[in-house]
C-alpha cells in the first residue's frame, strides 16, 4: 500500500468536547489521500476510545509516555508522518471541507513551495463565528495586503509580520525537517519556528486568502493557559531569529517586536507587584524597541500599572 500524500496531525490534550468537532471536520476533507494522527499528550482514555469509535481506517492514535508539551507533542508526531506533507490542526480547532483541497495542490505542482496557507474564522467557546476578531487578525499579521498565489522569497512576512498560521491554517512539506533543529524551548511558538524553517532556505509560499479554518479562542486554549511562558517561548525563539545572517535586512523589525514581548513582560511582572523584575523587564524591552509609538504604549502601560501599585 502506498503512503499518503498527506499527514494531518492533531495534537490532543485533555479536551475531548472541542475533538470532538476538530476530528469530523478533518475525516470529512473533500481531499482523502491523507492519514490522521491523534497525538496525546495527556494519557486519555476517553480519547483513546473515542479515536477508537470512529472506525477510521485512516486514523492512526499515539501516546506519549510523559507530558512533552505541545512543542514536543507537535515534533513527535511529525517524527511518525507517513505523508510527504503535514498540516497540524489542534484538538480545538475546525477545518473547512475544502481546506486540504485547496491548499494540496500548489504543494504538488511546484518542487519549491515548501508551504500553502490561507486566512481563516476566529471562533468562540461555543463556536460561534466573529468576523470582528477574524478581520483584526488578518489585519495584525498583515494577510489582507497579501496577493493570492506564490511568493518567494517570503522571509519579512513569515517570520517578522508572523503572517503564517501553522497550527491550524497551512500544509508544509515534511522535508523542511529533514536536519533541521526543533529546540524543545520554543514550546507555544513552535509554529513561528515552522514558518520560519519553511522559508529560511528561500522556499516558495502560496497563499489562499479565503478563511479555510476556524481558529478557537476560549479559557482553556493553550494560549490562554500558558500566559508568561508562552511569552518566555516567543522571546527565544525571536532571539534565534536574530542570529541567523539571513535575517540581518530585517533585524531591526525583529528587535522592535523583540522589545514588545519583554514589555509584556515587564507589565506582566508590575501588574504582580514583581517591581524588581518588571524594572529589568522594562529596560530590556526600551534598549530594544525602535519604534516611538511602541515605546509610548509601554511607558504609558508602565506607569498606569505602577499607579495601581501605589494605589492599592
Not at 101 to 110: I, R
Not at 272 to 288: T, V
Request: hydrophobic share 40%; charged share 25%.
Amino acid at each position: 500500500m502506498k503512503d499518503p500524500t498527506v499527514t494531518v496531525v492533531v495534537p490532543a490534550y485533555q479536551r475531548l468536547r472541542y475533538l470532538q468537532e476538530a476530528l469530523p471536520s478533518a475525516l470529512n476533507q473533500t481531499y482523502r489521500d491523507f492519514e490522521l494522527i491523534i497525538s496525546d499528550d495527556g494519557s486519555s482514555d476517553e480519547i483513546a476510545r473515542y479515536a477508537a469509535s470512529l472506525g477510521d481506517s485512516r486514523i492512526r492514535y499515539r501516546r506519549n509516555g510523559e507530558n512533552l508539551g505541545v512543542a514536543m507533542n507537535n515534533f513527535a508526531a511529525f517524527s511518525e508522518a507517513k505523508g510527504k506533507y503535514i498540516a497540524s490542526l489542534h484538538d480545538d480547532d475546525i477545518w473547512e471541507s475544502g481546506f486540504l483541497e485547496a491548499l494540496v495542490p500548489p504543494l504538488e505542482a511546484d518542487d519549491e513551495m515548501t508551504v500553502a496557507f490561507c486566512d481563516h474564522h476566529v471562533i468562540d467557546a461555543q463556536s460561534r463565528l466573529t468576523p470582528r476578531l477574524a478581520d483584526q487578525g488578518s489585519r495584525f499579521y498583515k494577510r489582507h495586503l497579501l496577493k493570492p498565489g506564490r511568493h518567494q522569497p517570503f522571509l519579512k512576512p513569515a517570520v517578522v509580520d508572523l503572517a503564517i498560521p501553522m497550527v491550524m491554517g497551512a500544509v508544509f512539506r515534511k522535508s523542511i525537517l529533514e536536519g533541521a533543529v526543533y529546540p524543545k524551548r520554543i514550546g507555544g511558538s513552535y509554529d513561528h519556528w515552522l514558518a520560519y524553517l519553511a522559508v529560511k532556505d528561500g522556499g516558495a509560499v502560496y497563499y489562499v486568502p479565503q478563511r479555510l479554518s476556524r481558529y478557537r479562542i476560549h479559557g482553556n486554549s493553550g494560549t490562554a493557559l500558558r500566559g508568561v511562558r508562552n511569552l518566555r517561548d516567543a522571546i527565544y525563539v525571536r532571539r534565534k531569529f536574530l542570529d541567523d545572517a539571513n535575517l540581518v535586512p530585517y533585524r531591526e523589525s525583529i528587535r522592535n517586536g523583540l522589545g514588545v514581548l519583554y514589555g509584556k513582560m515587564a507589565l506582566y511582572y508590575l501588574s504582580r507587584h514583581s517591581f524588581r523584575r518588571g524594572r529589568i523587564f522594562l529596560k530590556q524591552a526600551f534598549s530594544l524597541m525602535n519604534r516611538p509609538k511602541n515605546m509610548l504604549a509601554l511607558a504609558v502601560n508602565a506607569i498606569l500599572s505602577l499607579g495601581k501599585r501605589k494605589a492599592g
